[in-house]
């Protein structure tokens, strides 16, 4: 069973928005601080954005001030609302623990052009 599944990417204009998804199961989203990591094609995963089990966020400086991160703790979901996107987003995005301990999903695909 995958721990995390990860849904909502696309194809997006620069400048475009879109929000991401996490479904986690219970224990593991009740637990841990929950991330968003993204790589893409040829590089090494990188973190994105984190959000602590109270609720607290960073952001990765390639991010900050255009990705937003929440969690709906009752619907062990977590989200990435992302905007102005440019096309350096352009990735395959995961979720996972903070830090990673579990199996990585499938991640869902950004990709940013015109």
């Known amino acids: 069973q995958v721990p995390v599944v990860e849904s909502g990417g696309g194809l997006v204009q620069p400048g475009g928005s879109l929000r991401l998804s996490c479904a986690a199961s219970?224990?593991?989203?009740?637990?841990?601080?929950m991330g968003w990591y993204r790589q893409a094609p040829g590089k090494q995963r990188d973190f994105v954005a984190i959000i602590t089990s109270g609720g607290s966020t960073k952001y990765a400086d390639s991010v900050k001030g255009r990705f937003t991160i929440s969690r709906d703790n009752a619907k062990n979901t977590m989200y990435l609302q992302m905007n102005s996107l440019k096309p350096e987003d352009t990735a395959v995005y995961y979720c996972n623990s903070v830090p990673a301990k579990y199996n990585w999903g499938q991640g869902t695909q950004v990709t940013v052009s015109s």
């Open positions: 219970g224990r593991i989203f009740s637990w841990n601080d």
